[in-house]
C-alpha cells in the first residue's frame, strides 16, 4: 500500500530537478501522476522512469503561462480520471541576477508570469474540481528567498513571498470544502536551477566554505531535490489531515542560523 494509492496528482514543471523528483516519488507511492512540462524531451524522460519502476503517467505538453491551454489539460485530466486530488505548483525559472538598477521590466514579467501568476492560474483551475469533490490538496514550492534574500533577484523573491502570502489566503478560503493548501520553502537546491551565469552556485568555493565547511547549512550540505519530495508527498498524503496553510522550510537547518 502506498501513501498516495489511486491518487490523481498534477504536477506542474515536472520535467526536471524537484518537480522531477515529485512526480518519481508520488509515482512510487500509488499514484497517477499527471506531469506538466514545457519541454518535451525531458517531459518524455521522465514519463519513462515512473513507467519503468511500474508507476502511472500522464504526460501533457503545457507552457504554465498559457492559461486556456492549462484549461484544456485541466479539462482532459478530469474527463479521463473523473477527478484531480493533488495539485503541486512547482513550475518555477530563475531570472537574470541584476539588481533593481539594472533588470528589465521584461525580466520581472517573465518571471511572474511563471513563477506567481502560473501558481494562480493552477489553482483558480483545479479548485473548482476540488470544491465538487469536497476534498483536495494544493501544494506550492515556495522558497526561502520569500522571506530571506541575498539581492540581485528581486522578482523571483517577489514571487516566492507572493506564493506564500497566498497560501494562507487559499487556505482560508477553501478550507470549508476540505481543501487543503500549504508550501514548502527548499534552501539551497542541487538542481538546474542553481545554475546561474553558466556556474552551480552550491558547487563554489565561496558557497563551500561559508554553507558547508563553517557549517552555515547546520547539516553541512545543499539539499538535494529527494530531501524535498518526501515533504510534498507527506502534504499529500493522509498523515497530513489537519494542517493548512503552513510553509514547511526545508533547507538543512540554515534558516535557523540568523
Same mark, same amino acid.
Given at each position: 500500500?502506498?501513501?498516495?494509492?489511486? *491518487?490523481?496528482?498534477?504536477?506542474? !514543471?515536472?520535467?526536471? !530537478?524537484?518537480?522531477?523528483?515529485?512526480?518519481?516519488?508520488?509515482?512510487?507511492?500509488?499514484?497517477?501522476?499527471?506531469?506538466?512540462? *514545457?519541454?518535451?524531451?525531458?517531459?518524455?524522460?521522465?514519463?519513462?522512469?515512473?513507467?519503468?519502476? !511500474?508507476?502511472?503517467?500522464?504526460?501533457?505538453?503545457?507552457?504554465?503561462?498559457?492559461?486556456?491551454?492549462?484549461?484544456?489539460?485541466?479539462?482532459?485530466?478530469?474527463?479521463?480520471?473523473?477527478?484531480?486530488?493533488?495539485?503541486?505548483?512547482?513550475?518555477?525559472?530563475?531570472?537574470?541576477? *541584476?539588481?533593481?538598477?539594472?533588470?528589465?521590466?521584461?525580466?520581472? *514579467?517573465?518571471?511572474?508570469?511563471?513563477?506567481?501568476?502560473?501558481?494562480?492560474?493552477?489553482?483558480?483551475?483545479?479548485?473548482?474540481?476540488?470544491?465538487?469533490?469536497?476534498?483536495?490538496?494544493?501544494?506550492?514550492?515556495?522558497?526561502?528567498?520569500?522571506?530571506?534574500?541575498?539581492?540581485?533577484?528581486?522578482?523571483?523573491?517577489?514571487?516566492?513571498?507572493?506564493?506564500?502570502?497566498?497560501?494562507?489566503?487559499?487556505?482560508?478560503?477553501?478550507?470549508?470544502?476540505?481543501?487543503?493548501?500549504?508550501?514548502?520553502?527548499?534552501?539551497?537546491?542541487?538542481?538546474?536551477?542553481?545554475?546561474?551565469?553558466?556556474?552551480?552556485?552550491?558547487?563554489?568555493?565561496?558557497?563551500?566554505?561559508?554553507?558547508?565547511?563553517?557549517?552555515?547549512?547546520?547539516?553541512?550540505?545543499? !539539499?538535494?531535490?529527494?530531501?524535498?519530495?518526501?515533504?510534498?508527498?507527506?502534504?499529500?498524503?493522509?498523515?497530513?489531515?489537519?494542517?493548512?496553510?503552513?510553509?514547511?522550510?526545508?533547507?538543512?537547518?540554515?534558516?535557523?542560523?540568523?
Amino acid at each position: 500500500m502506498g501513501l498516495l494509492d489511486d *491518487r490523481i496528482c498534477l504536477v506542474s !514543471g515536472a520535467g526536471q !530537478g524537484l518537480g522531477r523528483s515529485v512526480a518519481l516519488e508520488m509515482a512510487a507511492e500509488g499514484a497517477g501522476v499527471v506531469l506538466l512540462e *514545457r519541454n518535451d524531451e525531458t517531459l518524455a524522460a521522465v514519463v519513462a522512469e515512473i513507467e519503468a519502476a !511500474g508507476g502511472k503517467a500522464y504526460p501533457y505538453v503545457l507552457d504554465v503561462t498559457d492559461y486556456a491551454r492549462y484549461g484544456e489539460v485541466v479539462g482532459s485530466v478530469v474527463d479521463v480520471h473523473g477527478r484531480i486530488d493533488v495539485l503541486v505548483n512547482n513550475a518555477a525559472i530563475n531570472p537574470p541576477v *541584476r539588481t533593481l538598477l539594472d533588470d528589465t521590466l521584461e525580466d520581472w *514579467r517573465r518571471t511572474i508570469a511563471i513563477n506567481l501568476e502560473a501558481v494562480y492560474m493552477g489553482s483558480k483551475l483545479v479548485a473548482p474540481h476540488m470544491v465538487r469533490q469536497r476534498s483536495g490538496r494544493i501544494i506550492h514550492i515556495a522558497s526561502i528567498q520569500g522571506f530571506a534574500s541575498s539581492g540581485e533577484c528581486g522578482a523571483y523573491n517577489a514571487a516566492k513571498g507572493g506564493i506564500i502570502a497566498y497560501t494562507k489566503s487559499m487556505a482560508v478560503e477553501l478550507g470549508r470544502y476540505n481543501i487543503l493548501v500549504n508550501a514548502v520553502a527548499p534552501g539551497f537546491m542541487v538542481t538546474p536551477m542553481s545554475v546561474i551565469n553558466g556556474v552551480d552556485e552550491t558547487t563554489t568555493p565561496d558557497f563551500i566554505d561559508w554553507y558547508v565547511d563553517r557549517r552555515k547549512i547546520p547539516l553541512g550540505r545543499s !539539499g538535494l531535490p529527494e530531501d524535498v519530495s518526501g515533504t510534498v508527498v507527506f502534504l499529500a498524503s493522509d498523515y497530513c489531515r489537519y494542517m493548512t496553510g503552513q510553509l514547511l522550510v526545508v533547507d538543512g537547518g540554515l534558516m535557523s542560523t540568523f
